[in-house]
């Protein structure tokens, strides 16, 4: 899992990488710090260290919403991470439900243990004016640490749940989530004549099926309308 000053990743954005905490049981993690105000940090040098280690261990490795995991770590030094494993997906696959905060980590890992860990918004008063990097150690221990071993708990979980038959789909899902993340962080290079043209000719054709169709109806039908 890992901390950063806020979501504005993709390639032109502004925010950047905190901490990093790496699980490596259901009951153990180690935060890794970077950027913290409160706080001493690792020299950024320290990435050189720990970047290889999950990279070669990739293959075995799990997170929750790998997505922006891959968009901050091509970030931070261009490090092309792909973890094998990620329990976002693997929520929505076995409830599809698209209310907020149901697949959150923090969430399923109440669902999955009952117990409550520390969120964001138990610590700052609004969700625009969110600063990790001026926490305390001790806050950051309690609420980024849990993260690291919780999406080992929170995957054997919801693995069980999954139908065997779905297993592989899984996986692909997995695939495209790095897919995915590098489309938004490099964003998608457009012929621009090219789909100007294109527009013209949707409003032609637009134009001659609302013709087409006020003829056939004989009102002044709006398309628009639901």
């Known amino acids: 899992d890992t ?49 290889p280690a999950i990279k070669r261990n990739e293959h075995r490795c799990t997170g929750h919403n790998d997505k922006f995991e891959h968009k901050i ?24 439900v698209n209310h907020r905060g149901v697949h959150t980590l923090k969430n399923l890992v109440q669902e999955a243990t009952g117990n409550k860990y520390l969120e964001l918004s138990d610590i700052f008063t609004s969700e625009n004016n969110i600063k990790f990097q001026v926490l305390p150690k001790e806050l950051v221990r309690l609420y980024a640490c849990p993260d690291g071993y919780n999406s080992i708990v929170v995957f054997k ?16 899902e997995c695939e495209l989530v790095t897919i995915k993340a590098e489309n938004e962080y490099y964003g998608l290079r457009v012929d621009v004549d090219k ?26 039908g709006n398309i628009n309308s639901p």
């Open 157 to 172: 979980y919801l693995r069980d749940k999954l139908p065997k038959e779905e297993w592989q789909l899984y996986l692909k």
């Open 73 to 96: 770590f091509l970030k931070t030094g261009g490090w092309d991470i792909r973890l094998a494993y990620d329990t976002f997906p693997l929520s929505f696959m076995i409830n599809p």
């Open 3 to 51: 901390e950063t000053t806020g979501v504005d990743i993709d390639m032109d954005g502004e925010d950047e990488l905190v901490g990093i905490v790496l699980g490596e049981s259901e009951t153990k993690s180690t935060y890794f710090p970077f950027k913290h105000e409160a706080f001493d940090n690792l020299p950024m040098e320290f990435l050189d260290e720990i970047m």
């Open 195 to 220: 789909y100007m043209r294109n527009a013209e000719n949707c409003d032609y054709v637009i134009d001659i099926l609302l013709k087409t169709f006020r003829t056939l109806t004989h009102t002044d």
